[in-house]
Nanobody, 125 residues
Framework: EVQFVESGGGLVQAGGSLTLSCAAP????????ISWFRQAPGKEREAVAC????????YFGDSVKGRFTISRDNAKNTVYLQMNSLKPEDTARYSC??????????????????WGQGTRVTVYS
């Protein structure tokens, strides 16, 4: 069974940057939208960003617009999330998953597959 692997999380001071990676070993991501989600303790899971599989369209949650950038390298079967100007509110476990085709502005997590275990991001002030 395919499972994505997230990496790049860690501890960072507010205002700093981190780059997360979502690797899909043995899975060709061409054509698949890849989405990042995050969840903090006691909070609902939140869609962070998505990059479509069939074009260059992207989606960003309102709370991260202007600060985060998503990109993909199909040859490496990897999607990246560049996080800038980090805030304590960004503290969460970040996970990636996939759905065929285009990003949805209202993603339903249960419809996504190949979830990874996630990588934790902690932002301190």
């Amino acid at each position: 069974e395919v499972q994505f692997v997230e990496s790049g999380g860690g501890l960072v001071q507010a205002g700093g940057s981190l780059t997360l990676s979502c690797a899909a070993p043995g899975f060709a991501i061409d054509g698949y939208a890849i989405s990042w989600f995050r969840q903090a303790p006691g909070k609902e899971r939140e869609a962070v960003a998505c990059i479509s599989g069939l074009d260059d369209s992207t989606y960003f949650g309102d709370s991260v617009k202007g600060r985060f950038t998503i990109s993909r390298d199909n040859a490496k079967n990897t999607v990246y999330l560049q996080m800038n100007s980090l805030k304590p509110e960004d503290t969460a476990r970040y996970s990636c998953a996939t759905i065929w085709g285009y990003c949805s502005p209202y993603p339903v997590p249960s419809e996504y597959t190949h979830w990874g275990q996630g990588t934790r991001v902690t932002v301190y002030s």
